[in-house]
């Protein structure tokens, strides 16, 4: 089996003022360097104001930057947006794209959320890429019809095993505190690798780290992240406090 270095991925949402980012940053950096060389990759994602400086404060600790969102378009007149070369200038190596959080409250589609990933890509950053189904899906027996499109229509042209990850991210399981069961969770992620596995090769599918996200606490941690297709998570609430993600990065097998 391709061996796959577990990622542990904090999505802060937005969520922290400067002292409090820091601070959480600062912990997380000093906990990795006292651990040297950690079996699994950590990566924190704060709101684009933090950035900057988180990508600073944890210079050197092997914890890794990645930004919330990005355009798909280079430059230009959209308000608001950051493109994906303004992440990587601000320090980002990865970004999250198509979170089910941007899919709802912006009205994102696959395609869109293709598009970004492109641009991630394009710009030397690793894709993020989030999927998964909504709980009426689930409850219609259409959990992995909905996976294999969003597969087929989000993971962008160029897509590899050392430039994609796919999160998992049941919606019915983001901050509910409930997730699937364990072997739920496994079906879903052996179905995904395979879809991937349709679409760049079974080869750099077989690398691919697949995340599961939705409600991973310390209390589950260990047992999610013990199965075969699970490669790290994607962690919202978890990891606003230190203690509990890093709980959770010391879960990895
Ligand atoms: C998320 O938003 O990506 C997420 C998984 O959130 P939570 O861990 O809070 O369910």
């Known amino acids: 089996m391709t061996a796959r270095r577990p990622l542990i991925a904090g999505n802060w949402k937005m969520n922290g003022l ?34 900057r400086e988180v990508a600073q404060t ?31 200038d601000a320090g980002c190596t990865h970004v999250i794209v198509g979170h089910s959080e941007r899919r709802t409250d912006h009205g994102e589609s696959d395609a869109t959320v293709k598009a970004k990933a492109a641009a991630a890509l394009g710009n030397g950053l690793v894709a993020v890429v989030c999927i998964g189904e909504t709980e ?17 229509g989000s993971v962008p042209d160029g897509a590899t095993a050392a430039n994609l990850v796919i999160a998992y991210e049941p919606v019915w399981a983001i901050g509910t505190g409930r997730t699937p069961t364990a072997p739920e969770v496994q079906e879903v992620h052996a179905f995904i690798r395979k ?59």
């Open 18 to 51: 400067r002292a409090d980012g820091l601070a959480l940053a600062g912990e997380l950096a000093k906990r990795m360097k006292a651990k040297g060389k950690a079996p699994f990759e950590m990566l924190v994602c704060p709101p684009a104001t933090l950035i």
């Open 58 to 88: 944890v210079a050197g600790s092997g914890v890794l930057v990645g930004g919330e969102d990005c355009h798909a378009k280079a430059s230009g007149a959209h308000t608001g947006d950051i493109s994906a070369a303004m992440l990587a």
């Open 136 to 152: 009426a899906e689930r409850d219609a027996g259409k959990t992995l019809e909905v996976n294999a499109r969003q597969v087929a």
């Open 195 to 253: 879809e991937l596995a349709a679409k760049i090769g079974a080869a750099e599918a077989a690398g691919v780290r697949i995340l599961y996200g939705g409600s991973m606490k310390p209390g589950n941690a260990k047992e999610l992240l013990a199965l075969a297709d699970v490669d790290g998570g994607l962690i919202g609430g978890a990891s606003l406090v230190a203690d509990d993600f890093w709980a959770i990065a010391q879960s990895c097998p």
